[in-house]
């Protein structure tokens, strides 16, 4: 599940591609005072995909324009970004559930 | 914009003028003491009838879902429930709102009332399904839609249904801003509102709140209809407490005095909810007591200066279940039933079980919603990613389950029991945090009122609370 950058840091994107960018919003030392310690430790990061305003480089500062028009500055880590979230592997615990075999209504 | 200090503090100064440019409410005119506001008043505030409702929420494919009855359910339920127990459960089926999931009815009239004032689009902080919803209903109402999430933990792993609502979110052409971990997500909905003018598309608005009440109307309806008689449960699933009080408010407009509306929420006792390690160590997204008790007891914490919903004024009990019950309960609901949903109503279906076995067989239990399911959103994708963080995941006793280190899955349905929460000490917490905003020596009889009506009690109960605090 962790989205890391699919084009190698230096890749060459043309203009208009869709990407997605991230961008620090808060580094530790702004964050809020209510925040627990181990998230204070780290920066309050943002990611948000658009159309590549510019040829760009992964890795690079650079801009985007979103699906409703608003222009995004952050770095360039991904090209044509994928969803890879899954159904994941089986889960073996599962499978005792319900089953046709245990049921004292089947036919 | 430019120009202006954006920065955390700066930002949260300006909060309330912000909040008055997105959502044209002055929340100042329900303010009756340092303590009290008029909450009828302000849900009256909309100006939309619950005829209202409905019609707009027809235009753009949300309500008249189905209620169906869970026959295979009910009997395994019966197996092994004392003679004579074994309530009927119903379940209403609000996958079948335009984005799947009951969400869409919150969203409708936030959206409507956005494109009838003219705004250009609407923004909404969630990680959840009401930023489904609210896309959605902003694509059919031609408005931008903006919508903030949190994520990622700080190795930008993404909790899986929520990565699922990213997607979905951007399917319905919103643009989607995925933060890490932390309460400054808030912040960040400022600036969005502040930069793009957009309408506050918030849960916890009035508009919010009347959206839901067509779901309990519905309910009585069709129980009425399809059973000859009015539920003696409803369930609902309670995180910010929307769910339940809309619901609450429907039923009570139809004239269902005596239905008793049950809360529920995944125990995820022990976890915090801003902490970046803890993040991906819960298998639930929302439904749980980490938003289910603090909003219970402390409605306010929400993104508008008042929240509308407000859930100790209605619940008559409130039902815990661990996640391995809920898991159970959601592959049992596939085999049987053969429908396939995702973890919000089944949240619920869980202790319409533990109720069902304790009520009579002529007694009718109703779940008041289901969510699409789906990659990511999946029981077996929670609990193999729960596996992935190191979370111990067995079947077993669900006793036995630990938030954030263990996940019992039940090997039948009689260990399905959850537990009951004590709700006189969710009202003294209520209590408890009134007297923060305002000492009990400058209660005036509007105050007792108030805080009667908030916890749904009397003037004797606020009063033996006080003595016993010495406040």
Redesign the interface.
């Known amino acids: 599940?962790?989205?890391?950058s699919h084009g190698a840091a230096g890749t060459l994107v043309a203009a208009g591609t869709w990407v997605e960018i991230q961008k620090v919003?808060?580094q530790p030392q702004?964050?809020?005072s209510?925040?627990?310690d181990?998230?204070r430790?780290?920066?309050?990061?943002?990611?948000?995909?658009?159309f590549l305003d510019a040829d760009g480089i992964v890795g690079e500062q650079v801009s985007v324009t979103?699906?409703?028009?608003?222009v995004h500055e952050g770095i360039l880590i991904d090209a044509s970004p994928a969803?890879?979230?899954?159904?994941?592997?089986?889960?073996p615990?599962?499978l005792?559930?319900?089953?046709i075999t245990e049921?004292?209504?089947a036919r | 914009m430019s120009g202006r200090d954006m920065?955390?503090e700066a930002v949260m100064a300006r909060r309330n003028e912000i909040m008055m440019a997105s959502l044209g409410i002055d929340y100042d005119e329900f303010e009756l003491t340092d303590l009290a506001f008029d909450y009828e008043k302000m849900m009256g505030r909309t100006g939309y009838s619950l005829e209202d409702v409905a019609r707009i929420q027809h235009e753009t494919k949300v309500g008249s879902t189905p209620l169906f009855e869970l026959r295979?359910l009910t009997?395994a339920v019966r197996?092994y429930a004392e003679p004579g127990k074994g309530a009927r459960i119903f379940v209403k089926d609000e996958a079948a709102n335009a984005s799947g999931s009951y969400k869409a009815r919150r969203a409708s009239i936030a959206c409507y009332e956005a494109a009838a004032k003219g705004y250009r689009?609407v923004a909404t902080a969630t990680s959840g399904n009401y930023g489904a919803g609210v896309a959605s209903q902003a694509a059919m109402r031609s408005l931008?839609?903006?919508v903030v999430q949190e994520?990622?933990d700080?190795?930008?792993?993404?909790?899986?249904e929520i990565?699922?609502k990213s997607?979905a979110c951007?399917a319905y052409?919103?643009?989607?801003?995925?933060?890490?971990?932390?309460?400054?997500l808030f912040?960040?909905m400022l600036v969005v509102l502040e930069?793009?003018g957009f309408f506050n598309a918030s849960l916890y608005t009035p508009f919010g709140i009347r959206g839901v009440e067509t779901l309990g109307v519905e309910i009585a309806q069709q129980c009425r209809d399809q059973a000859g008689r009015e539920p003696d449960v409803v369930i609902a699933t309670n995180a910010g407490g929307g769910n339940l009080t809309g619901t609450a408010r429907g039923l009570l407009a139809a004239g269902a005095q005596d239905t008793r509306v049950v809360a529920c929420s995944v125990d995820l006792s022990g976890l915090?909810m801003?902490?970046?390690?803890d993040f991906n160590r819960k298998s639930f997204t929302t439904g749980h007591t980490g938003f289910g008790v603090p909003f219970t007891t402390e409605p306010d914490r929400a993104d508008v200066p008042r929240n509308a919903a407000r859930p100790l004024r209605y619940m008559d009990e409130y039902q815990l279940v661990s996640q391995g019950e809920v898991?159970?309960v959601t592959?049992?609901l596939?085999?049987?039933e053969g429908m396939e949903r995702g973890p919000a109503g089944n949240t619920s279906v869980t202790a319409a079980v533990t109720l069902a076995a304790q009520m009579a067989e002529d007694q009718i239990v109703v779940v008041q919603e289901t969510e699409y399911t789906g990659?990511?959103k999946?029981?077996?994708?929670q609990?193999?990613?729960a596996?992935?963080n190191g979370i111990e995941?067995?079947?077993g006793d669900p006793a036995q389950n630990v938030p954030g280190r263990s996940i019992v899955?039940p090997?039948r349905l009689e260990q399905v029991r959850g537990r009951v929460q004590d709700l006189d000490r969710l009202r003294r917490s209520r209590i408890k945090n009134c007297l923060k905003q305002l000492p009990a020596a400058q209660w005036s009889d509007v105050d007792y009122e108030y805080v009667a009506a908030e916890t749904r009690s009397d003037r004797a109960f606020v009063e033996s609370v006080l003595a016993d605090m010495n406040a």
């Open positions: 599940m962790s989205q890391t919003l808060l702004e964050r809020a209510n925040v627990p181990d998230t430790a780290t920066p309050f990061v943002m990611r948000v995909r658009g979103s699906l409703i028009g608003r969803y890879e979230h899954s159904f994941g592997p089986v889960v615990e599962l005792h559930i319900g089953r049921r004292e209504d | 920065s955390y295979n009997n197996r689009g931008a839609c903006v994520v990622y700080s190795r930008f792993v993404g909790q899986p990565v699922e997607r951007e052409g919103a643009e989607v801003l995925k933060l890490t971990v932390g309460p400054e912040w960040q930069e793009t915090s801003a902490s970046d390690h898991f159970y592959e049992l596939t085999k049987l990659a990511g999946h029981h077996n994708r609990l193999s990613f596996r992935e995941v067995r079947v899955i090997e």
